[in-house]
């Protein structure tokens, strides 16, 4: 039986600054409810047609030196106007019991027909207050129950485009078990398409603006690093489907993307983005943004498509 305040306990003692920080501290407890959560989808057939996609499922099967929010997913057949969350929420909160946690769960949808469950809980943060005051490993302002805010994941699923090649990753998490995943160059067209189109709605004007997340560069420079080949196929159908380039019938390859990099990185606030990566980022794994270096890596992209299929 897994020992849930042990296993927080050896992971906040690992590195003082999760002990000092509470964003990173809440992204530490965010990621173990993240962790909890994905082998009781996988034992209730929940993989059977939804992969995992995204910047967690990155960190999850890959190492990605980051924390991440959200469980995203995609459909590999369209079935999203039968789905629904409240077959596993069950299971989710029986699991939790199990456990000695508590997890309150709720379904909704988005105008993008997306399909999403917000899980929060406590208890994990109760069981670290819970702990002798000469035993506490972080301060009592992070756990204490006057001042404590429950610590939330989101998953989310949607069917769009399903041209994404996928393959099943085996995940050891006190036992063995089994993820339907984006493999590597579908997840870095996926992010390309993060990058090049990520917008939000301006409140004031009502106009989409685009949106720099210094999560999408960080996670960009990772694949470069890597020498992943996107799936230039994938991507053109992402772009075509949604977005500032929708409807136009790109069919991408390593020169479009570098020339769209290039434009997109123009008025970067680099303030603002690495502001973003220090909130998720430990800091031996930080690395600080500029335009030298995004100029360096863009220049490098495309120059290792080579890539092997194994990462050292």
């Not at 989808?41 to 980051?66: E, P």
């Not at 990753?169 to 993820?179: G, W």
């Not at 990058?195 to 694949?223: F, M, S």
Request: aromatic share 12%; charged share 30%; glycine share 4%.
């Amino acid at each position: 039986m897994i020992d849930v305040l042990e296993i927080t306990k050896n992971r906040l003692s690992k590195n003082s600054e999760l002990t000092k920080n509470y964003e990173l501290f809440i992204n530490e407890i965010r990621e173990i409810m993240q962790e909890l959560t994905l082998p009781c989808l996988s034992k209730n057939n929940f993989f059977d047609n939804n992969a995992f996609q995204g910047g967690t499922a990155l960190r999850v099967l890959y190492g990605l030196k980051r924390y991440s929010k959200d469980l995203d997913f995609s459909m590999k057949e369209n079935k999203i106007n039968e789905f629904s969350w409240q077959t596993y929420i069950n299971k989710i909160k029986e699991y939790g019991n199990t456990l000695g946690i508590k997890f309150d769960c709720k379904e909704s949808k988005d105008k993008f027909g997306n399909v999403i469950l917000r899980i929060k809980s406590d208890s994990i943060l109760e069981m670290l207050d819970k702990m002798p005051d000469k035993e506490k490993i972080v301060p009592i302002e992070f756990t204490n129950k006057n001042n404590r805010k429950k610590a939330s994941i989101k998953l989310e699923t949607n069917y769009s485009v399903n041209t994404f090649n996928d393959e099943i990753k085996t995940v050891k998490y006190d036992t063995e078990y089994n993820i339907r995943a984006f493999d590597l160059p579908s997840l870095f067209a996926g992010k390309i398409n993060a990058v090049l189109t990520r917008e939000e709605t301006n409140e004031l004007t009502g106009n989409k603006e685009k949106i720099d997340n210094g999560r999408d560069w960080y996670d960009l420079v990772w694949y470069i690093d890597k020498g992943i080949k996107p799936n230039y196929s994938f991507l053109s159908d992402k772009i075509n489907y949604k977005g500032p380039f929708a409807g136009k019938h790109i069919q991408t390859d390593v020169e479009w993307v570098k020339k769209e990099l290039f434009y997109r990185m123009q008025d970067i606030d680099y303030n603002i983005i690495n502001e973003d990566i220090a909130s998720i980022t430990l800091k031996e794994n930080r690395i600080i943004l500029t335009k030298d270096l995004l100029i360096e890596k863009i220049n490098k992209f495309g120059r290792s498509d080579n890539w092997s299929g194994t990462l050292s």
